[in-house]
T-cell receptor, first 116, second 112 residues
Framework: ETGVTQTPRHLVMGMTNKKSLKCEQH?????MYWYKQSAKKPLELMFV???????ENNSVPSRFSPECPNSSHLFLHLHTLQPEDSALYLC???????????????FGPGTRLTVL | TQLLEQSPQFLSIQEGENLTVYCNSS?????LQWYRQEPGEGPVLLVT?????EVKKLKRLTFQFGDARKDSSLHITAAQPGDTGLYLC????????????FGKGTSLLVTP
């Protein structure tokens, strides 16, 4: 297994369900990210973890709850979602960027989420 | 948020044609990155441009960073069906040490 993997690849859930998205990186990176990709909108950064600590939370609704138990794993816990939350959720990792330095982010294939 | 505007939004061409896509902003970026995203996959980094006026070539792809570091272009020579995908530009958010601001992308279709 190489790179950044995400499971499941597809998820359909009702608004009252609770589900979790999983991301795993095999690159030895220290930073991990969750992005949301919706049709006709730019990728939106949701959360950033560096060395397992959350360093950014871009005004994401509380129905999305991230968890980073170690530097290789990242979860996104979902509960009481809305249909407008349907999107592709992408996980990414990077070495450990310092402010002002350009860093390369490596993306997983994404989880296609549909909320009914 | 520093906005990045990409044009055109969609492009459909035949194999062998040349094309250019653009990424523009009113903000200055310390660097810009270009990614390609294929259907069902995450974005993959193609190149990072750092210096104003810089030109980088990657086989048939030529990337240019504007002198003022506010814009960038991607030129593809003799496009092939394998070039089909969503091309995204991204710039480092100066207000964040981690965030990348992405454009909406140019969706390219190259038909045989």
């Amino acid at each position: 297994e190489t790179g950044v993997t995400q499971t499941p690849r597809h998820l359909v859930m009702g608004m009252t369900n609770k589900k979790s998205l999983k991301c795993e990186q095999h690159l030895g990176h220290n930073a991990m990210y969750w992005y949301k990709q919706s049709a006709k909108k730019p990728l939106e950064l949701m959360f950033v973890y560096s060395l397992e600590e959350r360093v950014e939370n871009n005004s994401v609704p509380s129905r999305f709850s991230p968890e980073c138990p170690n530097s290789s794993h990242l979860f996104l816990h979902l509960h009481t979602l809305q249909p407008e939350d349907s999107a592709l959720y992408l996980c990414a990792s990077s070495q450990d960027p310092f402010p002002g330095e350009t860093d390369t982010q490596y993306f997983g294939p994404g989880t296609r989420l549909t909320v009914l | 948020t520093q906005l990045l505007e990409q044009s055109p939004q969609f492009l459909s061409i035949q194999e062998g044609e040349n094309l250019t896509v653009y990424c523009n902003s009113s903000s200055v970026f310390s660097s810009l990155q270009w990614y390609r995203q294929e259907p069902g996959e995450g974005p993959v980094l193609l190149v990072t441009v750092v210096t104003g006026g810089e030109v980088k070539k990657l086989k048939r792809l030529t990337f240019q960073f504007g002198d003022a570091r506010k814009d960038s272009s991607l030129h593809i020579t003799a496009a092939q069906p394998g070039d089909t995908g969503l091309y995204l530009c991204a710039g480092e958010d100066s207000n964040s040490g981690y965030a990348l601001n992405f454009g909406k992308g140019t969706s390219l279709l190259v038909t045989p």
